[in-house]
């Protein structure tokens, strides 16, 4: 069983990566196998609502989005981290995760999620509100903790002193080790994910 973790910080080594890394590790002692890829700083384009990724199975614009789509479709579980600067996740990660989400369509369901949010101060719960809508529309599993899924750091290192944020992140890990395992027992007992409903969209403006 693996899970991915992405972090959405620009900084490589900031409180982002020092939450996730503690995921991580829990995950790992769990015997999950883990890849934590970073977003990067360079600028990820928004989606372009051009629909071609209904026909391509990926997003036109191929850069690490694709990549990652890929990883995530080979993988059990997934956690995404973000910081927060105006109360909502950054904006590499809102472009990044509209892409990954539109373009992966319906591979990503029933696979178990979790958010975690890293800011100063404030900002966090609206911003995991945020990111776990991207999971509830493909009917992926949310994994709770013992708290909302935040840390609090401001220059690089400081969620370090943060006690409760680490425990929060290594009860998520223990939370979503146990799910990922409870979901493979069931499958190899014969019970799988149920055949859902599709085919009714109904829009407001006819």
């Known amino acids: 069983m693996k899970v991915m973790l992405l972090n959405g910080s620009p900084k490589a080594s900031g409180n982002t990566h020092l939450a996730l890394a503690e995921c991580e590790r829990e995950l790992q002692r769990c015997g999950i196998e883990t890849e934590l890829v970073h977003i990067g700083s360079a600028p990820v384009p928004g989606c372009r609502a051009c629909g071609a990724c209904g026909k391509l199975g990926k997003c036109v614009i191929d850069d690490a989005v694709n990549v990652f789509r890929d990883k995530l479709e080979a993988a059990d579980g997934f956690i995404v981290g973000t910081p927060v600067y105006y109360a909502s996740p950054n904006g590499s990660v809102i472009s990044f995760m509209d892409r990954l989400f539109y373009s992966a369509q319906d ?9 975690v949010a890293v800011a100063r101060r404030a900002g966090t719960v609206t911003s995991f509100d ?69 085919s009714d969209a109904t829009n407001f403006i006819r």
């Not at 591979?107 to 958010?115: D, E, G, T, W």
């Not at 945020?130 to 529309?137: A, G």
């Open 107 to 115: 591979s990503f369901r029933h696979k178990p999620a979790a958010a």
């Open 130 to 198: 945020v990111l776990n809508k991207y999971f509830t529309i493909r009917e992926m599993p949310i994994v709770s903790s013992s708290y909302w899924n935040d840390a609090f750091g401001q220059t690089p290192g400081q969620a370090a002193a943060d006690a409760e944020g680490l425990q929060t992140m290594r009860n998520l890990a223990r939370n979503m080790a146990w799910l990922l395992k409870c979901i493979e027992l069931g499958r190899q007992n014969g019970i799988n994910p149920p055949e859902n409903e599709y």
